[in-house]
Protein backbone atom coordinates (compact mmCIF):
# COMPACT_ATOMS: atom_id res chain seq x y z
CA UNK A 1 0.00 0.00 0.00
CA UNK A 2 1.10 3.55 -0.90
CA UNK A 3 1.07 5.60 2.14
CA UNK A 4 -0.34 8.61 2.21
CA UNK A 5 1.58 12.10 2.58
CA UNK A 6 -1.51 13.23 5.24
CA UNK A 7 -4.39 11.37 6.80
CA UNK A 8 -7.22 13.69 7.70
CA UNK A 9 -9.82 12.87 10.49
CA UNK A 10 -13.00 12.22 9.67
CA UNK A 11 -14.05 15.72 11.59
CA UNK A 12 -11.74 17.30 9.27
CA UNK A 13 -12.34 15.77 6.26
CA UNK A 14 -16.06 16.53 6.79
CA UNK A 15 -15.38 20.18 7.87
CA UNK A 16 -13.78 20.61 4.49
CA UNK A 17 -16.78 18.71 2.71
CA UNK A 18 -19.12 20.69 4.18
CA UNK A 19 -17.61 23.81 3.55
CA UNK A 20 -17.08 22.86 -0.21
CA UNK A 21 -21.15 22.22 -0.19
CA UNK A 22 -21.82 25.50 1.30
CA UNK A 23 -19.78 27.00 -1.67
CA UNK A 24 -21.39 25.40 -4.42
CA UNK A 25 -24.77 23.41 -3.66
CA UNK A 26 -27.26 26.42 -4.30
CA UNK A 27 -26.13 27.75 -7.91
CA UNK A 28 -25.78 23.67 -8.65
CA UNK A 29 -29.02 22.94 -7.33
CA UNK A 30 -30.42 25.36 -8.80
CA UNK A 31 -29.10 24.82 -12.65
CA UNK A 32 -30.81 21.15 -12.44
CA UNK A 33 -33.75 22.54 -11.31
CA UNK A 34 -33.68 24.91 -14.25
CA UNK A 35 -33.07 22.53 -16.19
CA UNK A 36 -35.37 20.37 -15.57
CA UNK A 37 -38.00 22.72 -16.33
CA UNK A 38 -36.19 24.02 -19.69
CA UNK A 39 -35.58 27.32 -18.05
CA UNK A 40 -31.96 29.26 -19.19
CA UNK A 41 -30.54 31.98 -16.80
CA UNK A 42 -28.25 34.35 -19.16
CA UNK A 43 -25.40 34.79 -16.22
CA UNK A 44 -25.21 31.10 -14.22
CA UNK A 45 -25.72 28.52 -16.36
CA UNK A 46 -22.46 29.46 -18.32
CA UNK A 47 -20.72 28.13 -15.27
CA UNK A 48 -22.62 24.79 -16.34
CA UNK A 49 -22.52 24.24 -20.17
CA UNK A 50 -19.21 26.24 -21.53
CA UNK A 51 -17.73 24.89 -18.40
CA UNK A 52 -18.46 20.81 -18.47
CA UNK A 53 -17.98 19.85 -14.71
CA UNK A 54 -21.25 18.62 -14.00
CA UNK A 55 -23.70 19.76 -10.97
CA UNK A 56 -23.61 16.31 -9.88
CA UNK A 57 -19.55 16.00 -9.22
CA UNK A 58 -19.38 19.26 -7.91
CA UNK A 59 -21.01 18.59 -5.18
CA UNK A 60 -19.73 15.26 -4.42
CA UNK A 61 -16.20 15.59 -1.99
CA UNK A 62 -13.04 13.82 -2.72
CA UNK A 63 -9.39 14.42 -1.22
CA UNK A 64 -6.35 15.42 -3.65
CA UNK A 65 -3.97 13.09 -4.68
CA UNK A 66 -1.50 12.01 -1.65
CA UNK A 67 -4.64 12.81 1.39
CA UNK A 68 -5.88 9.71 2.97
CA UNK A 69 -9.43 10.08 4.99
CA UNK A 70 -10.74 7.95 7.30
CA UNK A 71 -14.01 6.78 6.41
CA UNK A 72 -16.91 4.34 7.81
CA UNK A 73 -18.92 1.85 6.47
CA UNK A 74 -21.27 4.48 7.23
CA UNK A 75 -19.10 6.91 5.06
CA UNK A 76 -19.27 4.92 2.19
CA UNK A 77 -22.94 4.26 1.91
CA UNK A 78 -23.47 8.28 2.43
CA UNK A 79 -20.58 9.01 -0.29
CA UNK A 80 -20.71 6.15 -2.82
CA UNK A 81 -19.09 7.74 -5.27
CA UNK A 82 -15.90 7.24 -3.16
CA UNK A 83 -15.53 3.66 -4.58
CA UNK A 84 -16.31 5.06 -8.14
CA UNK A 85 -13.09 6.78 -8.91
CA UNK A 86 -9.83 4.97 -8.32
CA UNK A 87 -8.88 4.07 -4.80
CA UNK A 88 -6.75 2.28 -2.02
CA UNK A 89 -9.01 1.33 0.91
CA UNK A 90 -6.74 -0.20 3.60
CA UNK A 91 -7.00 -0.13 7.60
CA UNK A 92 -10.10 2.48 7.26
CA UNK A 93 -8.54 4.87 5.09
CA UNK A 94 -8.95 5.88 1.54
CA UNK A 95 -7.29 7.63 -0.91
CA UNK A 96 -6.75 8.49 -4.48
CA UNK A 97 -4.05 6.00 -6.54
CA UNK A 98 -1.85 7.12 -7.93
CA UNK A 99 -1.04 4.21 -9.96
CA UNK A 100 -4.07 4.53 -11.96
CA UNK A 101 -3.77 8.05 -13.56
CA UNK A 102 -4.17 8.00 -17.28
CA UNK A 103 -1.13 8.81 -19.22
CA UNK A 104 -3.02 11.55 -21.24
CA UNK A 105 -4.45 13.04 -17.74
CA UNK A 106 -0.56 13.58 -16.60
CA UNK A 107 0.13 15.01 -20.16
CA UNK A 108 -2.61 17.14 -19.55
CA UNK A 109 -1.64 18.13 -15.73
CA UNK A 110 2.38 19.51 -16.83
CA UNK A 111 0.60 21.42 -19.63
CA UNK A 112 -1.60 22.89 -16.88
CA UNK A 113 1.35 23.82 -14.68
CA UNK A 114 2.93 25.23 -17.82
CA UNK A 115 -0.03 27.62 -18.78
CA UNK A 116 0.10 28.89 -14.86
CA UNK A 117 3.58 29.35 -14.48
CA UNK A 118 3.40 31.32 -17.90
CA UNK A 119 0.97 33.11 -16.99
CA UNK A 120 2.30 34.04 -13.22
CA UNK A 121 5.72 34.94 -15.31
CA UNK A 122 4.00 37.60 -17.54
CA UNK A 123 2.76 41.16 -16.95
CA UNK A 124 -0.78 41.59 -16.10
CA UNK A 125 -2.76 43.90 -18.78
CA UNK A 126 -5.31 46.17 -17.33
CA UNK A 127 -7.78 47.96 -19.33
CA UNK A 128 -9.54 45.72 -21.64
CA UNK A 129 -12.79 46.76 -19.58
CA UNK A 130 -14.91 43.62 -20.61
CA UNK A 131 -14.89 44.69 -24.09
CA UNK A 132 -15.04 41.23 -25.21
CA UNK A 133 -18.91 41.13 -24.10
CA UNK A 134 -19.65 43.99 -26.63
CA UNK A 135 -17.42 42.89 -29.70
CA UNK A 136 -19.70 39.53 -29.70
CA UNK A 137 -22.74 41.60 -30.35
CA UNK A 138 -21.32 44.17 -32.62
CA UNK A 139 -23.45 44.82 -35.75
CA UNK A 140 -25.81 42.13 -34.69
CA UNK A 141 -29.25 42.57 -34.86
CA UNK A 142 -31.59 42.08 -31.44
CA UNK A 143 -32.45 38.85 -32.96
CA UNK A 144 -29.10 37.86 -33.41
CA UNK A 145 -27.35 38.15 -30.09
CA UNK A 146 -26.88 35.11 -28.02
CA UNK A 147 -28.99 36.05 -25.04
CA UNK A 148 -32.07 36.62 -26.66
CA UNK A 149 -35.17 37.72 -24.52
CA UNK A 150 -32.74 39.94 -22.74
CA UNK A 151 -32.68 43.52 -23.80
CA UNK A 152 -29.58 45.98 -24.75
CA UNK A 153 -28.96 48.48 -22.41
CA UNK A 154 -27.93 50.60 -25.96
CA UNK A 155 -29.69 50.60 -29.27
CA UNK A 156 -27.41 48.63 -32.00
CA UNK A 157 -26.03 52.11 -33.52
CA UNK A 158 -25.14 53.28 -30.01
CA UNK A 159 -23.40 49.83 -29.02
CA UNK A 160 -21.04 49.71 -32.11
CA UNK A 161 -20.05 53.72 -31.49
CA UNK A 162 -18.95 52.93 -28.37
CA UNK A 163 -16.98 49.89 -29.57
CA UNK A 164 -15.76 51.51 -32.30
CA UNK A 165 -14.40 54.14 -29.71
CA UNK A 166 -12.38 52.13 -28.10
CA UNK A 167 -9.25 49.94 -27.77
CA UNK A 168 -9.80 45.89 -27.91
CA UNK A 169 -7.21 44.19 -26.66
CA UNK A 170 -8.12 40.60 -26.00
CA UNK A 171 -6.26 37.70 -24.99
CA UNK A 172 -7.85 35.26 -24.66
CA UNK A 173 -8.89 32.53 -27.54
CA UNK A 174 -12.16 31.54 -26.15
CA UNK A 175 -13.24 34.65 -25.95
CA UNK A 176 -11.89 36.64 -28.96
CA UNK A 177 -13.29 33.22 -31.32
CA UNK A 178 -17.16 34.47 -30.66
CA UNK A 179 -16.27 38.05 -31.55
CA UNK A 180 -18.44 39.06 -34.33
CA UNK A 181 -16.15 38.65 -37.62
CA UNK A 182 -16.69 42.93 -38.26
CA UNK A 183 -15.49 43.05 -34.44
CA UNK A 184 -12.02 41.19 -35.00
CA UNK A 185 -10.36 43.80 -36.87
CA UNK A 186 -10.22 45.70 -33.97
CA UNK A 187 -8.72 43.61 -31.65
CA UNK A 188 -5.02 44.51 -31.34
CA UNK A 189 -4.12 41.12 -30.70
CA UNK A 190 -5.21 37.86 -32.88
CA UNK A 191 -4.99 34.90 -30.51
CA UNK A 192 -5.70 31.09 -31.68
CA UNK A 193 -5.80 28.20 -30.04
CA UNK A 194 -2.16 27.35 -30.50
CA UNK A 195 -0.91 30.73 -29.00
CA UNK A 196 -2.64 30.13 -25.52
CA UNK A 197 0.79 29.31 -23.37
CA UNK A 198 2.01 32.54 -25.12
CA UNK A 199 -0.64 35.10 -24.64
CA UNK A 200 -2.69 34.43 -21.40
CA UNK A 201 -1.87 36.64 -18.82
CA UNK A 202 -2.76 37.12 -15.04
CA UNK A 203 -4.73 40.52 -15.92
CA UNK A 204 -7.72 38.72 -18.18
CA UNK A 205 -11.33 38.22 -16.61
CA UNK A 206 -11.54 34.74 -18.67
CA UNK A 207 -8.17 33.34 -18.24
CA UNK A 208 -8.70 33.41 -14.48
CA UNK A 209 -12.21 32.09 -14.38
CA UNK A 210 -10.53 29.29 -16.23
CA UNK A 211 -8.74 27.89 -13.65
CA UNK A 212 -11.89 26.07 -13.00
CA UNK A 213 -12.02 24.82 -16.57
CA UNK A 214 -8.28 23.41 -15.55
CA UNK A 215 -9.00 22.14 -12.21
CA UNK A 216 -12.16 20.32 -13.27
CA UNK A 217 -10.41 18.80 -16.02
CA UNK A 218 -7.71 17.47 -13.63
CA UNK A 219 -10.61 15.67 -11.64
CA UNK A 220 -10.61 13.34 -9.43
CA UNK A 221 -7.07 14.26 -8.46
CA UNK A 222 -7.57 17.25 -8.29
CA UNK A 223 -9.51 17.03 -5.01
CA UNK A 224 -12.77 19.08 -4.52
CA UNK A 225 -11.58 21.67 -2.12
CA UNK A 226 -9.80 23.31 -4.94
CA UNK A 227 -12.08 22.92 -7.09
CA UNK A 228 -15.04 24.35 -4.99
CA UNK A 229 -13.05 27.17 -4.95
CA UNK A 230 -12.17 27.56 -8.67
CA UNK A 231 -15.78 27.45 -8.93
CA UNK A 232 -16.81 30.17 -6.67
CA UNK A 233 -13.89 32.92 -8.39
CA UNK A 234 -15.52 31.90 -11.69
CA UNK A 235 -18.90 32.53 -10.19
CA UNK A 236 -17.43 36.39 -8.95
CA UNK A 237 -15.56 36.34 -12.28
CA UNK A 238 -19.22 35.90 -14.42
CA UNK A 239 -20.91 38.56 -11.89
CA UNK A 240 -18.65 41.30 -13.08
CA UNK A 241 -18.14 40.32 -16.51
CA UNK A 242 -22.18 40.45 -17.37
CA UNK A 243 -22.94 43.03 -15.47
CA UNK A 244 -20.33 45.20 -17.24
CA UNK A 245 -22.40 43.70 -20.53
CA UNK A 246 -24.00 45.20 -22.71
CA UNK A 247 -27.09 43.28 -21.73
CA UNK A 248 -29.76 44.92 -19.03
CA UNK A 249 -29.85 42.27 -16.70
CA UNK A 250 -31.43 44.28 -13.59
CA UNK A 251 -34.81 42.48 -13.63
CA UNK A 252 -32.26 39.80 -12.73
CA UNK A 253 -30.18 41.61 -9.77
CA UNK A 254 -27.24 42.28 -11.57
CA UNK A 255 -27.30 46.09 -11.95
CA UNK A 256 -25.35 47.40 -14.73
CA UNK A 257 -21.68 48.23 -14.66
CA UNK A 258 -21.91 51.00 -17.31
CA UNK A 259 -18.30 51.02 -19.03
CA UNK A 260 -19.20 52.97 -21.59
CA UNK A 261 -19.07 55.74 -18.85
CA UNK A 262 -15.09 56.50 -17.48
CA UNK A 263 -16.32 55.68 -14.21
CA UNK A 264 -18.16 52.66 -14.86
CA UNK A 265 -14.61 51.77 -16.40
CA UNK A 266 -12.91 52.67 -13.21
CA UNK A 267 -15.44 50.23 -11.44
CA UNK A 268 -14.50 47.52 -13.90
CA UNK A 269 -10.90 47.88 -13.21
CA UNK A 270 -10.64 48.01 -9.69
CA UNK A 271 -13.19 44.46 -9.56
CA UNK A 272 -10.44 43.58 -12.13
CA UNK A 273 -7.99 43.57 -9.96
CA UNK A 274 -9.37 42.37 -7.01
CA UNK A 275 -10.43 39.08 -8.75
CA UNK A 276 -6.79 38.75 -10.56
CA UNK A 277 -5.28 39.26 -6.91
CA UNK A 278 -7.73 36.25 -5.98
CA UNK A 279 -6.68 34.36 -8.71
CA UNK A 280 -3.44 34.51 -7.99
CA UNK A 281 -3.34 31.96 -4.83
CA UNK A 282 -5.42 29.75 -6.99
CA UNK A 283 -3.43 29.55 -9.44
CA UNK A 284 -0.54 29.08 -7.44
CA UNK A 285 -1.92 25.92 -5.64
CA UNK A 286 -3.19 24.52 -9.11
CA UNK A 287 0.41 24.98 -10.55
CA UNK A 288 1.51 23.21 -7.47
CA UNK A 289 -1.03 20.03 -7.84
CA UNK A 290 -0.98 20.08 -11.14
CA UNK A 291 2.75 19.87 -11.18
CA UNK A 292 2.71 16.95 -8.65
CA UNK A 293 0.00 15.04 -11.27
CA UNK A 294 2.15 15.29 -14.10
CA UNK A 295 5.06 13.87 -12.35
CA UNK A 296 6.76 17.55 -12.03
CA UNK A 297 7.53 17.45 -8.36
Known amino acids: MT ?3 QTWTAPQWKARRAANLARVQSLADAFVQ ?13 LFTYYTFSAAKLKQWLPPLGVGIEVSAADLVEMPWLLTVPV ?22 RWVATLCGNIQNRA ?8 HEWAMVYKQSREQVRHQGNELRLSPAELAA ?15 RFFTPEARPFNVLQPVLE ?16 LYKWAGKLWPWIGSDLIGECFAHACEGRDLDMRASPYDLRHLGFEPLCIETAR ?20 ERLKLAAARLGGMS
Open 162 to 176: FVESQPIGCSHYDAF
Open 88 to 109: IHEDGVLQLDDRAIPPQRRGLA
Open 124 to 131: PRFGCYGL
Open 195 to 210: TRLEMEQGACLHANMD
Open 34 to 46: RRSLGEKHPVYDF
Open 264 to 283: GRDLYEAGQRSLAEKAAGLR
Open 3 to 5: MPD
